[in-house]
């Protein structure tokens, strides 16, 4: 395999674009090469196989889409409750709208992962890291809920998120109201 990782991760990049904007069916190697402006052959040099390419994308996904230090080392310096919890909630959102072509690829491979058992298979092992990951912070920073709670608000966020890129239902309330209006509801 090639080892430039600043190529991987510009034919990681232009393969979650191909991914929001067409499909798992446009996803291939050469439609890759072709969205990065390489030469043909380069995604194979780094993904041999589809699933490969499926592999590092969903890699690719958890490094776009990770939280910055700068934003929360001041919300952990923060008292644990509700208000807390929503600050959280809101950076989660606000991350996966700045990042739109990322979390609709996201929902892509969760679409693809229902018909295929391979790509159901790691991205099912990187889900269940990423939801244990967040209940041991959410237990680790004293916030309110524990599994129950933050896997009601992982299904709040995916049903806000298609609402906001793709056709909203309210699109004039504002994100944040929303994301507190769930917090209030759902930590009652």
């Known amino acids: 395999m090639a080892r430039n990782p600043e190529r991987r991760t510009e034919l990681a990049d232009a393969g979650l674009r191909i991914l929001a904007r067409e499909g798992a069916r ?104 990423n939801f244990a990951g967040d209940v041991e912070f959410n237990l680790a920073a004293g916030l309110p809920g524990g599994a129950k709670e933050v896997a009601l608000f992982h299904y709040a966020i995916d049903g806000l998120l298609l609402d906001r890129l793709t056709y909203p239902i309210d699109p004039d309330t504002s994100t944040d109201e929303i994301v507190d209006a769930l917090v209030a509801g759902l930590m009652r």
């Not at 208000?83 to 606000?94: E, K, P």
């Open 26 to 129: 446009g996803l291939t190697h050469r439609a890759i090469d072709d969205e990065a402006h390489v030469p043909r052959g380069t995604t194979s040099n780094y993904f041999k196989a589809r699933d490969d390419v499926i592999a590092g994308l969903i890699e690719r996904i958890g490094d776009r889409l990770a939280p910055d230090a700068a934003v929360h080392a001041p919300l952990a310096a923060q008292p644990p409750g509700p208000d807390l919890f929503a600050a959280y909630i809101r950076d989660i959102v606000a991350r996966l709208l700045r990042n739109r072509e990322v979390t609709l690829a996201l929902f892509e491979l969760r679409l693809e992962a229902s018909r295929r058992p391979e790509i159901r298979e790691v991205l099912g092992s990187w889900q269940r890291t």
